[in-house]
C-alpha cells in the first residue's frame, strides 16, 4: 500500500499531460502511486497514459463518456489505497519536494486533516511567481465565504477526512468542498511554493465562465444558509 496516492482527472489534457505526469513521477518522496482516470477524452491523453504503463507508480483508468471532474476524481480516490490522498490537475505541474514536504507536515502534525501550499502561475509560457499570499490558518473559513483561497492542485489530504465531490457544483466542485469541509476540518496553510498552476484558454474557467458564475453564486448561496443567513438581500429601489 502506498503512503500517497496523487489523484488526477484527465479530460482532452494531451498537451500537457506528459509534464504533468512526469511532474508526479520525479518526485524526491517514493512511496507514492499516481491515480489518472481518462474521462472519455477525445484526444490522445489515453495513449498518453499508456506510454507510462511500464511504471508501476502509475494506475490508468478510461471511461468511455465524459462525466466531469467530480466523478473522475470522486472514481479513482475509489481506486487508490493510500494514507494520504494529493491533487494534481493534468496541466499543473507537481514541483519536485511536493509530496515530501506535504507527508512530513502531516506526520508531525496530527491535529490537522488537510495541508496545502503556493501555487506560481504559467501564463503564455511564462512563470509568475508567488500566487496568492498565504493565509494562516485562521484566515480559511472566512476567506471561503467571498472566494476559493485554496489551490486545488495543491492540496493532500488524510484519507480518513476527505469527503467526495459534489458533481453538481462543477466546474466550482473543489471550492464547494472546501466550504464543505473548513467547519469540521482543519487545514494547514503552507508558505510553500509546492506547484505551478497553468493559465491557458482550454482551462475550465475559461471555456466556461457563466457555468463558473453560476457554481460560485451557488455556493455562496448555500454558505449563507448554513450560517442561518437570507441567501439573498433585496436592496429598496431609490426614488
Given at each position: 500500500m502506498p503512503?500517497?496516492?496523487?489523484?488526477?482527472?484527465v479530460f482532452n489534457s494531451a498537451i500537457f499531460?506528459?509534464?504533468?505526469?512526469?511532474?508526479?513521477?520525479n518526485q524526491s518522496f517514493r512511496d507514492f502511486e499516481l491515480v489518472a482516470v481518462d474521462d472519455g477524452s477525445s484526444d490522445d491523453s489515453?495513449?498518453?497514459?499508456?506510454?507510462?504503463?511500464?511504471?508501476?507508480?502509475?494506475?490508468?483508468?478510461?471511461?468511455?463518456?465524459?462525466?466531469?471532474?467530480?466523478?473522475?476524481?470522486?472514481?479513482?480516490?475509489?481506486?487508490?489505497?493510500?494514507?494520504?490522498i494529493a491533487f494534481l490537475d493534468a496541466d499543473d505541474i507537481a514541483r519536485p519536494h511536493r509530496l515530501r514536504i506535504q507527508v512530513q507536515v502531516l506526520n508531525r502534525f496530527q491535529r490537522f486533516d488537510a495541508v496545502f501550499g503556493r501555487?506560481?502561475?504559467i501564463h503564455n509560457r511564462d512563470l509568475i511567481p508567488g500566487h496568492r499570499?498565504?493565509?494562516?490558518?485562521?484566515?480559511i473559513g472566512p476567506m471561503l465565504l467571498f472566494r476559493n483561497c485554496i489551490v486545488h492542485s495543491s492540496v493532500m489530504v488524510r484519507r480518513k477526512?476527505?469527503?467526495?465531490?459534489?458533481?453538481?457544483?462543477?466546474?466550482?466542485?473543489d471550492y464547494e468542498l472546501w466550504t464543505?469541509?473548513?467547519?469540521?476540518?482543519?487545514?494547514?496553510?503552507?508558505?510553500?511554493?509546492?506547484?505551478?498552476?497553468?493559465?491557458?484558454?482550454?482551462?475550465?474557467?475559461?471555456?466556461?465562465?457563466?457555468?463558473?458564475?453560476?457554481?460560485?453564486?451557488?455556493?455562496?448561496s448555500l454558505q449563507l444558509k448554513r450560517l442561518g443567513l437570507p441567501d439573498r438581500v433585496d436592496l429598496p429601489q431609490q426614488r
Open positions: 503512503r500517497v496516492s496523487v489523484i488526477m482527472p499531460l506528459r509534464e504533468s505526469i512526469r511532474s508526479v513521477l489515453w495513449e498518453i497514459l499508456q506510454s507510462f504503463t511500464n511504471s508501476r507508480r502509475v494506475k490508468s483508468i478510461r471511461c468511455e463518456n465524459n462525466r466531469g471532474a467530480a466523478t473522475a476524481r470522486n472514481e479513482a480516490v475509489a481506486r487508490s489505497d493510500s494514507e494520504y501555487a506560481a502561475v499570499s498565504r493565509l494562516t490558518q485562521a484566515e477526512s476527505w469527503l467526495p465531490y459534489e458533481a453538481g457544483f462543477e466546474p466550482a466542485e464543505r469541509l473548513a467547519p469540521f476540518r482543519t487545514f494547514l496553510p503552507l508558505d510553500t511554493l509546492l506547484v505551478d498552476y497553468r493559465e491557458h484558454e482550454q482551462g475550465i474557467s475559461k471555456r466556461l465562465p457563466e457555468k463558473m458564475k453560476k457554481a460560485v453564486a451557488a455556493i455562496h
